[in-house]
Structure formats: C-alpha cells, structure tokens
C-alpha cells in the first residue's frame, strides 16, 4: 500500500508524525480550524485510508480549514473543488509535487480521503474519494 510523505507547502517541515500512529504508520498531524474552533487533526498516511482524528467531532458539510503545526500558515491553495466549490488545501509531497484535499467535510473529494495519485510527480495531484 502507498504511503503518503507530505509536508509544509511554506516551510518544509514533515507533517509526518511518528509519536502517533494510525494504521500502524505515522499519522500526518495538522492544525485545524472548523467554525472558529480550533484544535489538531490527524490523517493517515496510507493512500486510500479514510481514518482520521480529531481533537473534536467535525459535522458534516463543515470547511475544516487546515494549518501547518510548526510555522502556522493556512495550507489553503487557490484551486477549488470542483465538486463541492470549497477551497482545497495543498500539501507538498516528499517525492515532488504536491496532493490537494477538498476542505469540506463530506465532500466526495474529501479533505481527508486520498484518491488515485496517477504519476505522483506531476505539479498538481487532485484527490478524490473512491466511491
Ligand atoms: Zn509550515
Ligand atoms: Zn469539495
């Protein structure tokens, strides 16, 4: 199974956090903001895993704005979702280029599902939610 190794679009920091594991590997732990409310997120790094944790429940249809823990910065890009018209938030991957993740809870190019990485070296990957 493919492993996800993303960072800080900003900075460069690992979002990768091996003090915390979900499915066995290191989780990628995030700061979030969900209708001003703020707290960590934790998403797997295994590519088509859909487990995730939170520091508090994220209704559905929510926009779950995403920070990098170390230097702060929005990861909001100025794509958007072609589904749902949310922003969409990028991370930079360890390999080259970058994965963008819907913002929106629910949204079937979810924030927190990973979909086909077709050639992971391309500038711009679109994730979406295997259905
Ligand atoms: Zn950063
Ligand atoms: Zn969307």
């Known amino acids: 199974m493919l492993r996800l190794h ?18 066995d590997f290191p989780s990628i732990l995030l ?3 969900v209708d001003g409310r703020k707290g960590f997120i934790r998403l797997s790094t295994l590519y088509g895993s859909y487990n995730l944790e939170s520091e508090f429940p994220i209704p559905q249809g929510s926009l779950v704005n995403l920070y ?6 929005s990861l909001e890009s100025t794509r958007k979702c072609d589904l749902c018209g ?5 991370m930079k991957l360890a ?37």
């Open 6 to 23: 993303v960072g800080c679009p900003h900075c460069d920091t690992s979002f990768n956090d091996p003090s915390h594991l979900i499915d």
């Open 68 to 73: 990098c823990r170390s230097c702060g910065k």
């Open 31 to 33: 700061k979030m903001e």
């Open 86 to 90: 949310a922003p969409m938030a990028k």
């Open 95 to 131: 390999s080259g280029g970058y994965i963008q993740v819907c913002m929106r809870k629910g949204c079937k190019k979810h924030v927190l599902e990973f979909e086909d990485i077709d050639g992971d070296l391309q500038p711009f990957v679109d994730i979406q939610l295997m259905d």
